[in-house]
């Protein structure tokens, strides 16, 4: 369905693009690993802001419940993400155990964050259980996407043991759902949110438009 590039290829080619436009605002892409629309998303906001914070929120904190507890709603997520993964040209391939809440791993995404090395972390994640179809709670494959970011093992395991962790990105959440987001992943730019991995292109436009007009609070305005 699509080629996989390298993270460190993507990278090289990157840094390598002449007199590549700088942000005019700095943007934030608001992430949970467990959801194919991170994966989704996740390569093309590594791409196309230069300038982003990546910070973990948790899915079933912003639904107040699990989104996808029903039969039927589970198989809606699925069709839409095999819809946006067509049309985009990207491969998806289901984890074995989906839906989940990749709690551990999204653990270590805290960590990952702090150390600003989210975004090859996430990125490494993604494809490995949304093109691989492993679980991301195994510490095996856990250990692989931290090591593709550059994370040392023994804090590996600290952060995954610590459900202090889960408060943080619970709290983020919330804030989220606050200020009028519906889903994730976001991107907020400036006061603005961008719900969902569809309205990355808006985003992205936000990001460099002068004449782009700031908007807060509005449910997905973003």
């Not at 436009?21 to 390569?43: G, K, N, V």
């Not at 912003?62 to 589970?74: F, Y």
């Not at 679980?135 to 692989?144: C, G």
Request: net charge neutral; charged share 25%; proline share 8%.
């Amino acid at each position: 369905m699509g080629d996989v590039i390298p993270l460190n290829q993507r990278r090289t080619t990157r840094v390598a693009v002449p007199d590549r436009p700088r942000a005019r605002r700095r943007a934030t892409f608001f992430f949970d690993i467990a959801s194919p629309f991170t994966y989704l998303a996740a390569e093309r906001v590594d791409r196309l802001f230069p300038d982003v914070t990546w910070r973990p929120a948790l899915t079933e904190a912003l639904h107040v419940g699990d989104p996808v507890a029903a039969d039927d709603d589970l198989e809606r997520v699925r069709q839409a993400a095999e819809e946006r993964a067509a049309m985009l040209h990207m491969p998806l391939v289901w984890p074995d155990v989906f839906p989940s809440t990749a709690r551990v791993a999204m653990r270590v995404a805290t960590l990952a964050a702090a150390e600003g090395r989210a975004a090859p972390f996430v990125l490494a994640a993604c494809r490995l259980a949304f093109c691989g179809g492993f679980d991301l709670d195994d510490p095996e494959v856990l250990a692989e996407a931290a090591a593709a970011a550059g994370l040392g093992l023994p804090e590996v395991l600290g952060a995954a043991a610590d459900p202090s962790r889960d408060g943080l990105m619970e709290g983020t959440a919330l804030r989220l759902l606050a200020q009028g987001a519906d889903r994730l992943p976001v991107l907020r730019v400036g006061r603005t949110l961008f719900c969902g991995e569809h309205r990355i292109a808006e985003a992205a436009a936000a990001v460099r438009h002068p004449g782009f007009r700031d908007r807060s609070r509005l449910p997905n305005a973003g």
